[in-house]
């Protein structure tokens, strides 16, 4: 597997403002992902983050309310912008790990950011 | 695009007793299914997952059944502890590395 670790834990934010996570992995990886996943619900893909090129969202998810960065193979960012009420959530990065370090289509997933917005 | 059903939504058992978690899913291309075990405040932790070339899985008191003709697949908890209340989540994935996940099943063992 791999150590993930995400920046913040938690955070309460305003309406209106936007909020930056961070995801750090411990070894290079090719693909890292970014979740929603909402009070009491499943998990729900946002983006796939890839380092060298822009990320690639699902339907619903936009580039200009959910920004991504992939500047190298161990760190990503995902901006929730101009936050209301209603991206209160739990955001888990995930990366894609194989045994002996090779690409694979398994997830491993970071601890989570809880961001209430109020 | 791809959806996965997963079944019961909340499933209570007697501590020894066995637990069984059912998904279906809807892209035939889809090759991969994995189980993640999520303890409250918790990250989703990887259990079993299964690829399309087996038809079954299994560690220790875990095991992982599919059909790729009816598309689902199953998950059995074997004498099951209170340690394995959590919710489970099914997922399903292809060959570009995306996963669909299930709604997730509560699983409460009960002492």
């Known amino acids: 597997s791999a150590v993930i670790s995400q920046k913040p834990s938690r955070d309460i934010c305003q309406r209106g403002t936007s909020l930056t996570i961070q995801c750090q992995v411990d070894?290079?990886?090719?693909?890292m992902f970014w979740y929603r996943q909402q009070p009491g619900q499943s998990l729900t893909l946002i983006a796939t983050?890839?380092?060298?090129?822009?990320?690639?969202?699902e339907s619903g998810f936009v580039i200009d309310k959910f920004p991504i960065s992939r500047p190298n193979l161990t760190f990503s960012t995902l901006t929730v912008s101009n936050m209301s009420p209603e991206d209160s959530s739990i955001y888990l990065c995930s990366v894609e790990r194989g045994a002996s370090g090779t690409s694979t289509d398994t997830q491993y997933f970071g601890p989570g950011t809880r961001l209430t917005v109020l | 695009g791809e959806n996965v059903e997963q079944h019961p939504s909340t499933l209570s058992v007697q501590e020894g007793d066995s637990a069984v978690i059912k998904c279906t899913y809807s892209d035939s291309a889809s090759n991969y299914f994995p189980w993640y075990k999520q303890e409250l405040g918790k990250r989703p932790q990887l259990i079993i997952d299964i690829r399309s070339n087996v038809g079954e899985k299994k560690d220790q008191r875990i095991a992982v059944t599919l059909n790729k003709t009816a598309k689902h697949f199953s998950l059995h908890i074997t004498e099951t502890q209170p340690e394995d209340s959590a919710v489970y989540f099914c997922g399903s994935g292809g060959s570009n590395y995306k996963l669909t996940f299930g709604k997730g099943t509560l699983l409460t063992v009960n002492p």
């Open positions: 983050a890839n380092q060298g090129s822009e990320a690639t969202y």
């Open positions: 070894s290079q990886v090719t693909m």
